[in-house]
């Protein structure tokens, strides 16, 4: 790769630790969302690395995840050097992981950029993509300017953040880079119209772009208590000294880097985004996203269905036979099966909360 390149000093870092309750019986604490192989080859998290071939290479690729899945992602991701897959020892959401990716990049390159992607999204406009992608770094190159990617709304949807548009700062390899004026985090519906209604606000995706030494600056000024303890395992030996992280990232503070640090800087920026992006949040937008059958099913070949429309059937193992039913999900897996209507499989969650308070532990 060319030195010249605004990829030169990139490194991503994909953040992989989530849990994906959404999608049980199918996903579980040993095999969330990310590892699931829902739409073409491979899984969620190795389509996210593959999009970065050619752009950043992997020895410049940081996947944070946690102790109960580290393996597996290991095994799925061979190419990545393991010392930069990391098992984080407790759930602390992406504030204090940002935080810990940006010591590790800054150790090994003063001029550091980091792209920050999450592991469970479905990206299906690869060249737009690396255009945006393009764009964001080249902003974000200059030093105290954070990027953030930014995607169209298509409704008013209350389980997105949204980010308000200020004015058209630049346009940047044929993308128009805006300043943004706020954050706001999952509004109520009626706000969420307006948004939409106005032009003005994008969707959220988390996906964010600075360097390196941005980021900790920015960390060290709106939370400071937080910046401390960064670099006290920074200063123990970062993700490469396995006792001291275990013992010292429990203490940091489970908090967003929304929350932590979006709200509260300035110099922030946006790219307006066409990418065919989807975070894939419930069964029912798998649904949307998958080839159906000529009564809108999405079934497997093992399947019969009769009389039945706007099916969504997923079976490991059984032949499925519907009669009479209409936009319905059923997902069947060796020691489960969940039915629920397409409409309210965004609840499904709530399924994961139930089992767990009914100590029923095996099933999650």
């Known amino acids: ?63 944070f995840t946690n102790e109960l899945i580290w393996r597996e992602v290991c095994r799925r991701l061979p190419q990545i050097p393991r010392a930069q897959i990391v098992a984080e020892p407790a759930s602390r959401n992406t504030a204090p992981t940002l935080g810990v990716a940006a010591h590790e990049i800054l150790r090994c390159d003063p001029e550091g950029l980091m792209v920050v992607l999450p592991a469970d999204q479905v990206i299906r406009k690869l060249a737009e993509y690396r255009r945006v992608l393009r764009a964001a770094c080249e902003v974000a190159s200059t030093a105290g300017r954070s990027v953030v990617i930014g995607l169209r709304p298509t409704r008013p949807d209350t389980g997105y953040g949204y980010i308000r548009l200020g004015a058209r700062a630049a346009r940047v390899a044929g993308q128009e880079i805006f300043e943004v004026t706020k954050f706001t985090e999952k509004p109520r519906l009626a706000a969420a119209r307006r948004y939409v209604a106005s032009g003005r606000y994008l969707w959220n995706g988390g996906m964010f772009i600075w360097r390196a030494s941005t980021l900790l600056e920015n960390l060290a000024r ?51 985004a066409d990418i ?89």
């Not at 910046?227 to 203490?251: C, H, Y």
């Not at 029912?284 to 093992?302: F, H, I, Q, T, W």
Request: overall charge positive; aromatic content about 6%; proline content about 4%.
């Open 1 to 63: 790769m060319a030195r010249t390149s605004i990829f030169a000093h990139a490194y991503a870092v994909v953040m992989a630790g989530g849990s994906g309750t959404r999608f049980w019986p199918l996903s579980r604490r040993r095999h969330p969302k990310q590892l699931l192989e829902l739409f073409g080859r491979g899984t969620l998290l190795e389509q996210t690395v593959a999009r970065l071939h050619s752009l950043i290479p992997p020895e410049r690729i940081y996947i």
């Open 222 to 272: 709106a939370q400071p208590h937080m910046s401390q303890q960064l670099a006290r395992i920074s200063e123990a030996g970062g993700v490469r000294s396995p006792r001291s992280f275990r013992r010292l990232f429990p203490r940091l503070e489970k908090i967003s880097i929304d929350f932590a640090l979006m709200e509260k800087i300035s110099d922030i920026h946006a790219v307006a």
């Open 276 to 364: 065919g992006w989807n975070d894939v949040g419930s069964w029912a937008v798998v649904y949307d996203l998958s080839r159906k059958d000529g009564e809108m099913n999405v079934r497997p070949a093992r399947s019969l269905c009769l009389d039945s429309r706007g099916n969504m059937i997923v079976a490991q193992r059984s032949f499925v036979v519907t009669v009479g039913v209409q936009d319905l999900v059923i997902v069947e897996t060796d020691d489960a099966l969940l039915v629920s209507t397409r409409a309210r499989s965004q609840e499904v969650g709530k399924t994961v909360q139930a089992l767990e308070k009914a100590g029923l532990r095996e099933l999650l």
